[in-house]
């Protein structure tokens, strides 16, 4: 079996995945093989299954469509080398670190969701410059590139990240603070 990279989610255009299609075609030109599964369904499904096929990816990624068996869903999460998601990205940061999987996403933030917050470059996560195909290339094979000291490290700083900001404690502490600063606002 080969490393392969997962993504969940829908399938909308602004995911932009067949930027990961280019990369693993790039990767290919090295004879790095690398797979792809996607876990989702939506509206650019027809256009992401023909454009693997145009790059001859078609036994390489592998369309699951939408699984809501969260046992079945984390078994790929923990077995895959990462999770990519090359669009702007939000929950399913928070759903890839819960099983201690690294993300591979790009690092314009303006256009990510507030959970990308805890994405941290070579720490928990893999940044690489917006729409640069090349770039993702070179993000996925260091993930394959890792030895077993680092993914340890990796699937602990993502543990890490997780609990420090999304548990129930943290995110009461900041509803709480976000109130008393209304009252102050209402009161003044």
């Given at each position: 079996a080969?490393p392969?990279?997962?993504?969940?989610?829908?399938?909308l255009?602004?995911r932009?995945?067949e930027l990961?299609f280019d990369?693993?075609?790039?990767l290919n030109?090295?004879?790095?093989?690398?797979?792809?599964?996607?876990?989702g369904?939506?509206?650019h499904?027809?256009?992401l299954k023909n454009?693997?096929?145009?790059?001859?990816?078609?036994?390489r990624?592998?369309?699951?469509?939408a699984i809501y068996d969260e046992?079945?869903?984390?078994?790929?999460f923990?077995n895959?080398?990462a999770?990519?998601?090359?669009?702007?990205?939000?929950?399913?940061v928070i759903?890839?670190?819960?099983y201690?999987?690294p993300v591979?996403?790009?690092?314009n933030?303006a256009?990510?969701?507030?959970e990308?917050?805890?994405l941290?470059d070579?720490?928990?996560s893999?940044?690489?410059k917006e729409?640069?195909?090349a770039a993702?290339a070179?993000?996925?094979k260091?993930?394959?590139?890792l030895n077993?000291l680092?993914?340890?490290?990796?699937?602990i700083?993502?543990f890490?990240?997780?609990?420090?900001?999304y548990?129930?404690?943290?995110?009461?502490e900041?509803i709480?603070?976000?109130?008393?600063q209304?009252r102050?606002?209402?009161?003044a």
């Amino acid at each position: 079996a080969h490393p392969y990279l997962v993504f969940t989610g829908r399938l909308l255009a602004d995911r932009n995945l067949e930027l990961v299609f280019d990369a693993m075609k790039l990767l290919n030109e090295e004879n790095i093989r690398v797979d792809l599964v996607i876990i989702g369904s939506g509206p650019h499904f027809d256009n992401l299954k023909n454009y693997a096929g145009t790059l001859g990816l078609e036994d390489r990624v592998k369309f699951l469509g939408a699984i809501y068996d969260e046992n079945v869903i984390g078994r790929y999460f923990m077995n895959a080398a990462a999770c990519v998601f090359p669009g702007p990205i939000g929950l399913t940061v928070i759903h890839s670190f819960t099983y201690g999987t690294p993300v591979i996403t790009n690092d314009n933030f303006a256009r990510h969701k507030p959970e990308a917050e805890v994405l941290v470059d070579e720490v928990n996560s893999f940044l690489f410059k917006e729409g640069d195909r090349a770039a993702l290339a070179q993000k996925i094979k260091r993930v394959l590139n890792l030895n077993a000291l680092e993914k340890e490290q990796f699937k602990i700083n993502t543990f890490k990240a997780v609990q420090e900001k999304y548990n129930p404690e943290k995110q009461t502490e900041l509803i709480v603070n976000r109130l008393s600063q209304l009252r102050k606002i209402k009161s003044a």
